[in-house]
């Protein structure tokens, strides 16, 4: 039976995850409908669709395997559900961390102006961005699955073995997670360094003119003011992201707290639900669109 405090915040990681569904829902509809009416596929448009749809995916995979451990855990404590549950894991949160870390480096090699060789090069060949990070996906996986495949089987193994030890499985557990997320760590350390490029882009631009005499609230910084406030807001979700994921579990292996492990889970949600909300309002066409759905129901 659950208390009213774990009650309320699975109402919350329920109205969260709807929130995040429509919302990312509505950037992929957007970008398909705009893709297939000017009947050309941009990188913008691919990315945001491929984001929005990893997103949907990633929310529901937070929500189904939340709520088996809350009331099933058996399901897990027999091996059944861990080798799908870890592989769907491992391509969804990669999948989305990767069309994150695509947008990132678009804003980078759109709006920033640095003179380094890698930079130019890489910004002549913007359209090559995408493939490129998959790319670097595919070989992160190279590295993670074997590890993971490793992982599982001692995990069963453990399982039968009734010497198995409490210390021995929290390790294993904790471990797991880490090679689990190898793929987003390497690419979330990839949107830091664009998030930090894009600051030193704009404080070098905003001191050039200065020294000119010609102000600092032009167009251009206007665009880096706005593509860093998306970059630094998505930094802060998935902050929040990684820390409800270590609460996740530390109240498996700590104190198995159904309340602690609720909390986790809602403060895990927030960075796939929450960020697509400040992307439409980041975006001009899609706050427009946005706007157009709103006007009816204020009418």
Not at 2 to 23: M, N, T, Y
Not at 208 to 234: C, N, P, W, Y
Request: aromatic share 12%; charged share 10%.
């Amino acid at each position: 039976m659950l208390s009213i405090a774990e009650g309320l915040l699975i109402f919350i990681v329920l109205g969260e995850s709807i929130l995040g569904v429509l919302g990312n829902g509505f950037i992929g509809l957007v970008n398909c409908i705009d893709c297939v009416k000017n009947k050309n596929f941009s990188v913008i448009g691919l990315i945001l669709i491929g984001l929005a749809t990893s997103r949907i995916f990633l929310i529901w995979i937070i929500i189904i395997d939340g709520f088996v451990k809350l009331f099933s855990p058996h399901l897990y404590s027999s091996g059944i559900l861990t080798e799908p549950f870890t592989y769907a894991w491992i391509i969804i949160s990669n999948l989305s961390i990767l069309f994150a870390s695509s947008l990132s480096m678009f804003y980078l090699l759109k709006i920033a102006n640095f003179s380094h060789h890698i930079f130019l090069w890489l910004k002549y060949r913007i359209n090559r961005v995408l493939p490129l990070l998959m790319g670097l996906m595919f070989v992160s996986w190279l590295v993670t699955f074997p590890l993971i495949v490793k992982a599982i089987n001692d995990y069963k193994t453990g399982i039968r073995n009734t010497t198995w030890t409490l210390i021995a499985s929290e390790f294993e557990y904790v471990t797991n997670h880490i090679l689990l997320n190898l793929g987003v760590i390497f690419f979330s350390t990839l949107c830091l360094i664009s998030c930090l490029l894009l600051i030193i882009s704009l404080w070098r631009h905003n001191r050039q003119m200065q020294s000119s005499g010609l102000g600092v609230r032009d167009s251009s910084t206007e665009a880096h003011v706005k593509a860093m406030k998306v970059l630094i807001s998505f930094l802060i979700l998935l902050i929040l992201h990684v820390i409800g994921i270590a609460i996740e579990i530390s109240s498996f292996s700590v104190s198995e707290s159904k309340l602690l492990f609720i909390f986790g889970m809602a403060t895990t949600i927030t960075y796939p639900c929450g960020h697509s909300f400040l992307l439409i309002l980041g975006n001009s066409k899609l706050k427009q669109a946005f706007l157009k759905v709103l006007r009816p129901l204020n009418s």
